[in-house]
Structures are given as structure tokens and as C-alpha cells.
Nanobody, 125 residues
Framework: QVQLVESGGGLVQAGDSLRLSCVASGGTFSHYVMGWFRQAPGKEREFVSTISWGGGYTYIGDSVKGRFTISRDNAKNTVYLQMNSLKPEDTAVYYC??????????????????WGQGTQVTVSS
């Protein structure tokens, strides 16, 4: 059983940056594809980004491409989401997720077995 704990969310202004972190425990972190999703009030959960076991492959959602970057440090059991040039439409609860699927990246929520509790990101205009 993998436990995921996100941190780093907060209230920022448009144009600011934030870095989210997600620390994993209870499993072999380097054996999981990791992903970030977000959910705004009244909307469905949206894919943000994913990264392969070793970090060599990443995929970024179209809505954040060019502004967000995913990375991981397997020695620290941590995955990061660097968010730059934040916009009010980025406001959402951001979730970290882990997938044991033997593939490079996973872009659908159904592919993830483990989820964190989420961290709120609010971007004011």
C-alpha cells in the first residue's frame, strides 16, 4: 500500500510560481509511474502531468504545457510539479497519484491505484 502526501499549495497572484511536492511511502517509489491531476469546483478531474519510473519520460497536459514541469527524485521518494506563470484558471485541488502499470507514462485517472489527499492552489487575478 502506497501513501502519498502532497504539499506546497497556497494562495498566489496571477503570474506567480509554486512548486508542489508529493512524498510517497509504503512502496518502492521507483517502480511507480507518478502523475498529477487537478479538480476545480464543479469540474471533472483533469490530467496535468505524468513521469516515468526513472524520470526519463514525461507528458504534460495541453492546458499547462510550457508553464508546468514535472520531475522526481527517487532517492527522496518525491515527485514535484513546478508551476510557473500561474493563471486564475489553474485554481484547483491538485492531486498526486501513483501507478504500478509497466509503461512509460499514464495519462488517465483510471490507470492510477493510489492517490494523495490533495493540496489547494488558488490563483487570484
Amino acid at each position: 500500500q502506497v501513501q502519498l502526501v502532497e504539499s506546497g499549495g497556497g494562495l498566489v497572484q496571477a503570474g506567480d510560481s509554486l512548486r508542489l511536492s508529493c512524498v510517497a511511502s509504503g512502496g518502492t517509489f521507483s517502480h511507480y509511474v507518478m502523475g498529477w491531476f487537478r479538480q476545480a469546483p464543479g469540474k471533472e478531474r483533469e490530467f496535468v502531468s505524468t513521469i516515468s519510473w526513472g524520470g526519463g519520460y514525461t507528458y504534460i497536459g495541453d492546458s499547462v504545457k510550457g508553464r508546468f514541469t514535472i520531475s522526481r527524485d527517487n532517492a527522496k521518494n518525491t515527485v514535484y510539479l513546478q508551476m510557473n506563470s500561474l493563471k486564475p484558471e489553474d485554481t484547483a485541488v491538485y492531486y498526486c497519484a501513483a501507478s504500478p502499470i509497466d509503461t512509460r507514462v499514464v495519462v488517465t485517472a483510471r490507470g492510477y491505484n493510489y492517490w494523495g489527499q490533495g493540496t489547494q492552489v488558488t490563483v487570484s487575478s
